[in-house]
């Protein structure tokens, strides 16, 4: 079996064609029936077929016969292409022998690419370039091939012409994926090691573990350890992905299956552990991956209190099949005990939010996405924080840093003017602007992660009608005048609706965020006034106006003094109602605060 199969992946900017390949690669093996195929198979979330994009690594292993005769097993992994799930993306190529690097005919190399085929190449892969959407009447499939050379260093001549729209030249891909990715290295007579690249949840089996066999094999009945932690189980199941699990007799070296071995607790099956057998174990684990880190921070507190526990298990459950969240416990004056999470960016966090909402019921409330600042304090020391609650005292800091990415921004000349006005209102440095083909621009700015991880991805695609792309790497952190915006609400502080702001761009966060609090706080008896302060210094201000009822209705004529006395008298109970009054903020009011201003 380990000589007659191919472990690929599919890699390739965001919008390039991934899922729709992979459909007719699978169409091709009649894998499943016409009557039951639908668009963008791959893609089991409902999440990701709304929003078009990938989000999980899927495998499905593919039987086909080669022109000289030969039955092989195409073992296709699918990947994510959004920079977001990147770490999504290497776990899946550590499984793999070769990637189709897929390159848009009209669009050509994009800045995900790129990053892709360094991925790639970390992993020493090898790699076919494959040119898609050649049916489109913008295709230029010269202009691709060259920038397939003059910006990935690849032969344009190897690349292969296919519509994974219409289906022409899939056969033709099938043969050069036998040809051009090499057969796995494995040996049947060594002892069983296999590589965890994902796992999910399942409620009557336990977990399933997708693993990649490197050496060995394994059946059911085998007694398994994990090298990690050193537990055992008994394998109670193997076998492949064809769409759905598919049960075999063995998973032998080479094979990309899955194993069911009754492990109930989420979280022993960790990804990027080693298998192998009990009795005859390998000598060393495999070297699994590295660790993700997080960049985006936000806490998660469920809408009624008493759904803690539920919170907490899902959390739980849902890390099993996505080992970039990481979270700790987290409580809030306001909000009641959540958790304070991590997450690889702003999508990440979004994906994170729905996906808990539908697939384990949970009610969200989310706090305003932060970065980790460092503060070096009086005393020499150096405090990393994550949550604006543990601000430090603004008279022990002597400065403060915030963290700064290297954009790289591929864009139509056309568009250069507004994306680098967009990179300088966000306080970018640096710039650096190259012309990798005619009429195609990478722009490269430094900035500051905490200006990129509210609206800059919408904006950046807004303002380029959808041909912007991003990409982005860590840099370092750097020097800024950071402070901390409190909102108050009735003149108490909302700790959930605390953020660190760059001074600068203090004012503007403060109005935004009272014009957007004012919008969906309810009327009270009393007027409420919300108000954003640095410290005890009140920088914006919005006030709700108080129900008022007409209390000189009743007053015809008569006596001036009659009405103010009633007047008077509603004044003096308004403001007694407003010394004991609370104001109950709705959820929608954490919400509001982190959408993005209408302009």
Do not use: W
């Amino acid at each position: 079996m380990s000589l007659e199969t191919r472990n690929f992946s599919i890699v390739a900017h965001i919008d390039h064609g991934k899922s729709t390949l992979a459909d007719r690669l699978i169409q091709q093996t009649d894998l499943v029936a016409d009557r039951d195929f639908r668009h963008q198979i791959l893609d089991s979330l409902d999440i990701e077929r709304e929003r078009g994009i990938t989000i999980k690594s899927q495998t499905a292993s593919l039987p086909y016969q080669a022109q000289d005769g030969r039955n092989i097993l195409l073992n296709l992994i699918d990947t994510p292409g959004h920079v977001d799930f990147a770490y999504e993306v290497s776990r899946a190529l550590a499984a793999c022998e070769g990637v189709l690097l897929l390159v848009d005919a009209a669009q050509g190399v994009q800045a995900q690419t790129v990053a892709n085929l360094y991925l790639a190449m970390e992993h020493d892969l090898e790699i076919l370039p494959v040119i898609n959407k050649i049916d489109l009447r913008s295709a230029d499939i010269d202009r691709a091939r060259e920038q397939i050379e003059s910006e990935l260093g690849l032969d344009g001549s190897t690349a292969v012409l296919v519509s994974a729209k219409t289906g022409a030249g899939i056969a033709e891909l099938q043969e050069a994926i036998v040809e051009h990715i090499p057969a796995p290295a494995g040996h049947l007579d060594r002892a069983f090691k296999a590589l965890i690249f994902d796992a999910h949840y399942d409620s009557f089996r336990g977990a399933v573990a997708s693993c990649r066999v490197f050496d060995g094999s394994v059946a059911p009945g085998d007694t398994i350890k994990l090298m990690s932690n050193f537990q055992t189980y008994r394998v109670e199941e193997v076998g492949t992905f064809q769409i759905k699990r598919v049960p075999c007799e063995r998973l032998e070296a080479g094979a990309v299956g899955y194993v069911i071995a009754g492990i109930k607790t989420v979280a022993d099956t960790r990804v990027g552990d080693t298998m192998t057998h009990k009795d005859r174990p390998a000598a060393v684990p495999l070297s699994g991956f590295r660790e993700s880190k997080p960049v985006v921070f936000s806490s998660l507190y469920p809408v009624a209190s008493d759904d803690y526990p539920g919170l907490s298990d899902a959390l739980d459950k849902y890390v099993l099949n996505d080992a970039a969240l990481v979270f700790t416990k987290d409580s809030s004056a306001a909000l009641g005990q959540g958790f304070r999470a991590g997450f690889l960016g702003l999508l990440h966090l979004e994906i994170v939010q729905e996906r808990l909402e539908r697939e384990f019921g949970q009610s969200l409330i989310l706090t305003a996405p932060s970065v980790e600042y460092h503060f070096h304090l009086q005393d020499g020391s150096v405090m990393s924080m994550d949550n604006p609650a543990y601000y430090p005292d603004p008279v022990s800091i002597t400065r403060s840093e915030e963290p700064y990415i290297r954009a790289s921004i591929m864009v139509p000349e056309r568009h250069m003017g507004a994306v680098m006005k967009l990179c300088l209102l966000r306080r970018g440095v640096n710039s650096d602007v190259q012309y990798p083909g005619p009429g195609r621009l990478e722009i490269r700015f430094d900035l500051p992660l905490a200006e990129v991880i509210f609206d800059f991805y919408d904006r950046l695609k807004s303002i380029t009608q959808g041909y912007g792309s991003l990409d982005y790497e860590m840099l370092d952190y750097r020097a800024g005048d950071l402070v901390k915006l409190d909102i108050l609400v009735n003149s108490e502080r909302v700790d959930a609706l605390s953020m660190v702001v760059h001074r600068d761009r203090a004012r503007a966060r403060a109005v935004h965020a009272c014009e957007q609090l004012k919008e969906v706080i309810p009327k009270q008896m009393f007027r409420i006034p919300i108000q954003g302060a640095i410290g005890g210094k009140i920088i914006a201000r919005e006030t709700i106006t108080a129900f008022r009822k007409d209390v000189t209705a009743k007053c015809y004529g008569g006596d001036i003094s009659r009405k103010r006395k009633l007047l008077e008298k509603q004044k003096a109970g308004k403001k007694r109602m407003k010394m004991v009054g609370s104001v109950a903020i709705p959820q929608a009011a954490f919400i509001a605060v982190l959408k993005t201003s209408r302009d």
